[in-house]
């Protein structure tokens, strides 16, 4: 497991293919791209203290990760 610093952050997605998404979820974040659309997105996040899964919706058996920020 990936671990951070709490504070802000700018993520950048480069979501490319229609039948994926990108959903990032933990304490106070619930950000996440559409399916089918194809863009690029900005998001700036502040993380907390915590847990942090983030996963492809229609794939989330197998594709999925977190990370921990401290």
């Known amino acids: 497991m990936t671990k951070l610093n709490h504070g802000t ?16 979820k933990g304490p106070g974040v619930n950000k996440e791209t559409s399916v089918p659309k194809v863009d690029a997105f900005t998001w700036n996040v502040t993380l907390k203290k915590g847990k942090y899964r983030f996963v492809c919706d229609p794939h989330a058996s197998s594709m999925k990760a977190s990370f921990k920020v401290t």
């Open 9 to 24: 952050y700018i993520i950048k997605v480069a979501d490319k293919l229609n039948m994926h998404n990108l959903h990032l």
